[in-house]
């Protein structure tokens, strides 16, 4: 896809998109800094800090499969930057978080580790008209390399089970016809409670099938079957139906 950056387009785009790739023009070298930063610490932590251990093979997926929705269950505040950690660093450049606006870049000091060390996509959770799913939507279509995480439950799971997954993934899989990696974080809720601070500790990233597109009705079933393999006691009580609103958080949440 191209962009015309001699109009319009370009100069009226908010700075808080500029960072993404369909919108700039050249390599940006501070990002690439503050990444290097931010890999190195990541690689400290999730090695002395937080035990990371990884099953499966990440390289042979990324050969076989460059454009990629990576989903994860959520339980924890740490849940995206765990799986970033898990993807070696000379994919990072393809590798994309849809993150809250609201959250990551609320300031200048969240906006600029959002955009310079997450790669993060800004979702405005309360924009109705779904500008949030157009611009995700934009990226899926317009690269030719992508891999963009998303959390289908929508928000943090309270009680550390998998929820049901809410529509979004789903939407933008079958309009994009993006495949969904599924991966599932065992011991992630026990790491870092709400308000708290990373505790020390064992995680467990476990690599999964990859789901073609399809409805979020079978997205979840293939999803619950592959995890109750690996965790029996992944999902709790069942309470209510699916939430289908057109709510954009079921993508967003990283807060």
Not at 220 to 238: C, S
Request: aromatic letters at 14%; hydrophobic letters at 40%.
């Amino acid at each position: 896809m191209k962009w015309d950056y001699d109009n319009d387009q370009w100069y009226n785009l908010p700075g808080y998109l500029k960072h993404l790739p369909l919108f700039t023009r050249q390599f940006d070298l501070t990002s690439y800094f503050f990444r290097i930063l931010w890999a190195i610490f990541l690689k400290l932590t999730f090695r002395f800090y937080i035990k990371l251990t990884v099953k499966g093979d990440i390289h042979k997926i990324y050969r076989e499969n460059p454009r990629l929705l990576i989903i994860s269950n959520h339980a924890s505040h740490i849940d995206a930057v765990s799986i970033a950690a898990a993807i070696p660093f000379k994919y990072w450049g393809d590798l994309f978080i849809a993150a809250a606006k609201d959250y990551w870049f609320k300031n200048p000091i969240f906006t600029f580790f959002s955009k310079h060390c997450l790669g993060a996509v800004p979702i405005d959770r309360k924009d109705r008209t779904s500008e949030a799913v157009k611009l995700c939507l934009q990226l899926l279509k317009g690269l030719d390399r992508i891999w963009m995480i998303l959390f289908p439950e929508g928000s943090r799971s309270k009680d550390g089970y998998i929820q049901r997954f809410k529509k979004g993934v789903s939407i933008f899989s079958q309009k994009s016809n993006t495949p969904i990696l599924f991966l599932y974080l065992e011991g992630n809720k026990d790491l870092m409670p709400k308000g708290g601070f990373p505790r020390p500790g064992k995680l467990v990233i476990h690599v999964g099938p990859i789901q073609p597109p399809a409805p979020i009705e079978e997205v979840d079933k293939n999803y619950k079957e592959w995890v109750t393999k690996i965790n029996p006691e992944a999902y709790g009580p069942l309470v209510g139906d699916p939430d289908d609103s057109e709510d954009l958080s079921y993508e967003t949440n990283l807060d």
